[in-house]
Every structure is written in structure tokens, then in C-alpha cells.
């Protein structure tokens, strides 16, 4: 029932004849695009949880953002030391790559336990960028980023995921901005399901099978915790070995192309996908 892949969330065959996007499909992007402006994404995750290397991914660059205020003005970083550098965490200001500037992205630092501060930012910034006139000063997506990590623990235990991002999904209502989970690092969790099977099944036979046996274990004792909160997420994705170069967010995006409800805004995603062709083509063929 929670188990929502990617072809569950309304992501057609690929097995079409994929054809490149016609002429008319470029000027309908680059119409959309002089509306809408940029995609912005609110970020939502705890330091060490992976953002920064998803943000990588997707732009299809290894540099690190430019941040700027509110105001528009370039934060100068290089004079920052890397810890005072993750101290830096105003929702408002606007991380942009130079390798894919059609993106604004904004940093939550994530909930702590007992601290309902962030929360009551992430919910006033969601309240204020939905009353703006502007589509591009408008809020299209949120992600919000769980690390996997700290669930190398026994798989029954009650509670894997902390009180503070569960009140994220029971108190905050998000409107029509649709929330997706990114969990990181989830091939530590394919290694306990490893040595589960390892017991019990040849090495060759443990190894195909535990990607498998951990996605399952998680949702069928984990994830309904999400989905049955007040404001469950439109989808999640798991996302594995994402320090190794040759590693994509193929899943993220063609996730998010899903979810998103409004067809303009999907066009506008998916028109920046310079990494992802294959994406840019399937949804030229459902237009």
C-alpha cells in the first residue's frame, strides 16, 4: 500500500519510442519560462543529511552555490571557514548554481528535538510566498531531506524517524505546494539487509536481493508513519552511494515531474532538466 515507486506516481511506459521535443515544444518551455522565471525549491533537512550534494546532482555541477539575500545582494562566501559557513541558514536567502540558474533553491537547517522555532519559520516562509502575485516569487516544491544513517539500528524499533520531522507532516499544511521525501544514504540500510540475508542465502543471492528486502522492510514498518499524518508527502525517493561520481537523481526528478499538479510548472521543471533528456522526451510524447 506505501510502497510508492516512481511508476506508481502516474509515470507512463517507458517504453515508447522516445522522439526529441519539437520546435513548438522548446518555444512553449521558453514561453513558460519568461512567466514562471525560475523553479524554486525549499530544502527542509538537518546538516549531514546530503543536501548540498542533491542540490549538486540535479544541477549537474561539483561547485558549490551562489547565495544571495533577500535583497539580491551576493553573499561573499570565500572569506566564510566551512563551519561558519553552515551557520548560514536564513530561509529567505537564495542558493543558485551557475551550471543551472533556472533553479532558487532555499535552506532550512531541519527540526530539531524540542525546538519548534525552525518549524514556525518553515511555516511562515510556506504563508508568505503563497500570497505572492508573482509566480516566480511563488513556492513550487518542497523537499524535505531525511538521512537514513541514523536508522542502522534494529529495524522494529518504534521510533526511527524524530518527533520533530514528524510535525512537519502533522502540522504543516503546505497548500498547494506538494512535498516529496528525499531519503539519503539508504544504502545503509541495503547493508543491514545484507547481512540479514547473508545468514540465511549465498553471497551472490544476499547481494540481489537486499536493495529489495530494505525498501521493503521500510515501508511495510516505517513509512505508513508518514503517509497517515495529517499532511502526508506526494511521493519519496530513495537515494543511495550519492559520493560516488556517476551517481544521478534520475529518481528525484522524474519523482518531482510527477507531483507536481499545475502543467505549467511541470513544463518549467522539466524544461530544466539539461541532465535528464530522457525526461524533457517522455513528457514531449504525453503533451
Keep these: 500500500m506505501f510502497a510508492i515507486s516512481n511508476c506508481l506516481l502516474g509515470l507512463e511506459s517507458k517504453s515508447k519510442p522516445a522522439t526529441r521535443p519539437s520546435t513548438d515544444d522548446d518555444h512553449r518551455a521558453k514561453k513558460i519560462r519568461e512567466k514562471a522565471g525560475r523553479f524554486r525549491v525549499l530544502v527542509i533537512g538537518r546538516a549531514n543529511a546530503g543536501k548540498t550534494t542533491i542540490l549538486q546532482k540535479v544541477c549537474n555541477t561539483t561547485d558549490q ?65 503563497s500570497k505572492e502575485p508573482q509566480l516566480s516569487s511563488q513556492l513550487h516544491i518542497i523537499w524535505q531531506v531525511i538521512g537514513t544513517l541514523k536508522y542502522c539500528i534494529p529495524m522494529d524499533d518504534e521510533r526511527p524517524f524524530t518527533a520533530a520531522e514528524l510535525s512537519f507532516f502533522s502540522e504543516c499544511g503546505t497548500g498547494s505546494v506538494p512535498v516529496v521525501v528525499l531519503f539519503t544514504k539508504f544504502d545503509a540500510l541495503e547493508d543491514k539487509a545484507y547481512g540479514d540475508l547473508a545468514k540465511h542465502y549465498p553471497h551472490e543471492d544476499a547481494v540481489a536481493q537486499a536493495p529489495a528486502r530494505a525498501v521493503a ?8 508513519r508518514v503517509y497517515r499524518l495529517k499532511y502526508p508527502p506526494k511521493g519519496h525517493v530513495y537515494l543511495r552511494d550519492l559520493n560516488k561520481a556517476e551517481t544521478d537523481c534520475r529518481e528525484l526528478t522524474e519523482t518531482i515531474a510527477a507531483v507536481l499538479g499545475d502543467d505549467n510548472l511541470r513544463r518549467l521543471f522539466v524544461s530544466m532538466q539539461k541532465n535528464n533528456l530522457q525526461l524533457c522526451m517522455e513528457y514531449a510524447i504525453k503533451r
Aim: glycine share 6%; with cysteine.
Design 65 to 129: 552555490p551562489e547565495i544571495f539575500d533577500s535583497s539580491g545582494k551576493n553573499i561573499k562566501t570565500s572569506v566564510i571557514t566551512p563551519t561558519a559557513l553552515r551557520g548560514i541558514h536564513n530561509i529567505e536567502n537564495e542558493l543558485v548554481f551557475r551550471s543551472n540558474p533556472g533553479f532558487i533553491f532555499h535552506d532550512s537547517r531541519g527540526f530539531e528535538a524540542g525546538c519548534t522555532s525552525e518549524l514556525d519559520t518553515v511555516n511562515r516562509f510556506i504563508a508568505e510566498r
Design 217 to 224: 522492510d521500510f515501508e511495510n514498518q516505517h513509512l505508513p
